[in-house]
């Protein structure tokens, strides 16, 4: 059973940056696609990023791309998510999200209703 656990999430002025974690409990094997999903107050959940561990692949949202980067620790069974230059628009619920051994296409990494595990959410504020 997968458990996705967020820390580092916190509040922050508009320019400054976070680094938020997600620890992989419970799977002994590599997990092919996880990433991170955010939730705004009154918006819908959307994708981050998200990695392709075993092909090598990462994506992320236009609204974040050169300012975040996803990275996963191995050794550690850990992913992050570094958000730098943090506007106020960044502020949401921050979710983990992985399917072990997906059967469908990468392209689709963000929506939501692919992954079938989730983290309880760390929240990012950013004024």
């Known amino acids: 059973h997968v458990q996705l656990v967020e820390s580092g999430g916190g509040s922050v002025q508009a320019g400054g940056s976070l680094k938020l974690a997600c620890v992989v409990n419970g799977y002994n094997s590599t997990i092919k696609y996880i990433g991170w999903f955010r939730q705004a107050p009154g918006k819908e959940r959307e994708g981050v990023a998200a990695?392709?561990?075993?092909?090598?692949?990462?994506s992320y949202a236009t609204s974040v791309r050169g300012r975040f980067t996803i990275s996963k620790d191995n050794a550690k069974n850990t992913l992050y998510l570094q958000m730098n230059s943090l506007k106020p628009e960044d502020t949401a619920m921050y979710y983990c999200?992985?399917?072990?051994?997906?059967?469908?296409?990468?392209?689709?990494?963000?929506?939501?209703?692919?992954?079938?595990?989730w983290g309880q959410g760390t929240q990012v504020t950013v004024s």
């Open positions: 990695l392709y561990t075993t092909g090598r692949l990462t």
């Open positions: 999200a992985a399917d072990p051994d997906p059967t469908w296409s990468f392209v689709g990494w963000a929506l939501e209703d692919e992954y079938n595990y």
